[in-house]
C-alpha cells in the first residue's frame, strides 16, 4: 500500500464503457482508451493512486482466452509491483466468463474487479464513470481481499463464479441465480451480504494459449442427438451438455453422449435452467442425471453452463482425466 492512498491499477479491455459514436446517435465503436475512462471520474485520483494499462480495446464477443491471460499478466504484474487492487474493464457480454476464468487462475487475496458499462460513454447518465469508481471502491477495500475475482456494476457486486448477464437492456443486468450480490457498494464503502460456505477453491494452473477445445451446446425440446454427433465428429476434446432441468437429455441424445464418452471425449452436463444447478441421483430413466453419470458424463453442479465449459477447458489442457474431472466439479460446482 502507498504510504498515502491505496494504489490501484486500471486495465482496459474494451466494451461499451470505452465506445462513441462517430456521428451523434449513430452506432457506437470502440473509441476510448484507459486514461480517458478514468479521467471521466471526478476526484478519483483524490482518493486513490491510480495506474493504467490499455490491454486490449475489443467488444467483448471476440474476446480470447490469449486476451484473458494478457488481463492475468497484468494483474499479477500489478500486483507484485504493489498494488493493493485491480479493476478491469470490459464489455457486459461476456463479463462473466473471463470473470470466471481469471478467478479459476487468480492465486492472490487482493481482489480483481471487472466492471463496463451498459450506456455508451456519450450517452445521457452513462453508468461507465460510477460503475469505475464503485470497482474502485471494491478493490482497495480490506473486506474485498481473498474473493478472487468480482464483477460491480451498478453498485452491486458479484462472485465470478456465480454471476450472470440476466437482461440485454437493463442497468441492473448482472446477477447471481440462487445466491444474490455478495455486496453492494453503498455511500463509498463496500458491504459484504454473504460468503461461499466451502471457501474459494484453490487456483489451477494456466492453460497454454491454444484453441479453446470444448463445445458448448443446449439440449433443446425435441433434440435427436444430431448436434452433439457433429460436435463429436468435429473433434472436441470435451463438450458441455446445456440440459434441461436438473441435467437431462432425450434418450437418444444419452446414446450419442455415450458415443463420445466412448471415444474419450469429455462429457460435462449443466442445468439449463438459470438456479438450482444439476443432481446426480433424482431420476433415473435414460437420458436423466444418474444415467448420464452411468454413462460416464460429469454434473455441473450450480456452475453455469458457459463457466462449466471454462473450467472443463482448463482442466483438459492439463490432461485431467474423467476421476479428477469429476472431483473438480464436485468442489467448484458445490454451494
Ligand atoms: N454490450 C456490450 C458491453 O456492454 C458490448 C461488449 O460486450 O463488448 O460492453
Known sequence: MSDIFPVVAIGAMGGTIAMTPATPYAPVQPGLDAHDLVAAVPGLADIVEIQVENISNIP?????????????????????????????????????????????????????????????ALMPSADGPANILAAVTTAVSPQARGLGVLTCMNDTVHLASRVTKSSSMSLETFESPGYGPVATVVEGTFRQRWALVSGRPSALPRPPVGPLDVALLEAAFGEDGRIISLAHQAGYRGIVVSGSGVGHVSTVAADVISDAIADGVSVVVASRTHGGGTAEAIYGYPGSEADLVERGAVMAGNLSPRKARLLLYVLLSHGCGRDEVATEFATRGAD
Open 60 to 120: 467483448s464477443p471476440s474476446m480470447t482466452v490469449a486476451d484473458v491471460l494478457h488481463a492475468l499478466d497484468f494483474a499479477r504484474g500489478a500486483v507484485a509491483s504493489g498494488a493493493d487492487g485491480v479493476v478491469l474493464t470490459h464489455g457486459t457480454d461476456t463479463m462473466e466468463e473471463t470473470a470466471y476464468l481469471l478467478d479459476l487462475l487468480w492465486d492472490e487475496d487482493a481482489p480483481i474487479v471487472i466492471t463496463g458499462a451498459m450506456r455508451s
